[in-house]
């Protein structure tokens, strides 16, 4: 079955123009003009994924976002933005998008996106348990490392006694360097295994999910546990 897309752009050309691509691409979409008619399209009929513009006259796509993930809806929402600023990213991350593509954009980065986003939402298959890597500990159904804990099936995950409030991208990419403590993963390595794509070099993605990871994760007066290795990537470790 084709995925569902519910596309809204208050820009009529960017709005025609990807829907006719997003089309082309086998993606059934249904395409819209503003916040009100996205929050009304969603509640009527849910989509597989949104793509949603971030400036929109009276409501606009951070405000949709704030809304459905009020409402428990956990869809995944891609963000069509024109702000560059970390800041403004990082505020889109805070609303609950997964993701953002900034404008000008070209249309395949954001099929790429899409097909990222669509996988890591697709139900899980139970598999058998895997082998024990090295560095976290696990025992039954947990992974921990680092004062960490983190339980992957029922998605929840703390630091000592206290319960980490993730989204979806944050509890993947804290799991997968749970998983490989002590190991400094790539850049490339965690796009790869976390979008299922590498957006490049200049991207500033990655960067700004581990500062708003780093956020939730580090308290006063303990260790950092989020190490940056320059030109590299990252590790987990205390200390």
Not at 57 to 69: M, T
Not at 149 to 167: F, K, S
Request: with cysteine; net charge negative.
């Amino acid at each position: 079955m084709p995925h569902t897309v519910l596309l809204a752009e208050d820009d009529r050309a960017i709005r025609n123009a990807l829907e006719r691509a997003l089309t082309l691409e086998g993606y059934l979409v249904t395409a819209v003009a503003d916040g009100v008619e996205a929050l009304a399209q969603a509640h009527r009929s849910r989509p597989d994924v949104l793509v949603l513009d971030v400036m929109m006259p009276g409501i606009d796509g951070l405000q949709v976002c704030r809304v459905l993930r009020a409402e428990g809806d956990r869809t995944p929402v891609l963000m069509l933005t024109a702000l560059v600023e970390t800041a403004d990213r990082i505020a889109g991350l805070d609303a609950g998008a997964d993701d953002y593509v900034v404008k000008p954009f070209d249309v395949e980065e954001v099929f790429a996106r899409l097909r990222a986003l669509l996988r890591r939402a697709a139900p899980v298959v139970p598999v058998p348990e895997p082998v024990e890597e090295a560095g976290p500990e696990t025992s039954g159904r947990f992974v921990e490392a680092a004062g960490l804990r983190m339980d992957p099936q029922a998605r929840r995950a703390w630091r000592g006694g206290r319960e980490l409030e993730l989204t979806r991208t944050e509890f993947e990419l804290l799991e997968l360097l749970i998983r490989h403590a002590g190991i400094v993963l790539d850049h490339s390595t965690i796009y790869d295994r976390i979008w299922g794509y590498d957006f490049g070099p200049g991207s500033k993605n990655l960067a700004v999910y581990v500062g708003y990871l780093r956020r939730k994760l580090d308290e006063p007066g303990a260790s950092q546990l989020i190490h940056t290795v320059r030109g590299v990537g990252y590790v987990l470790r205390e200390g």
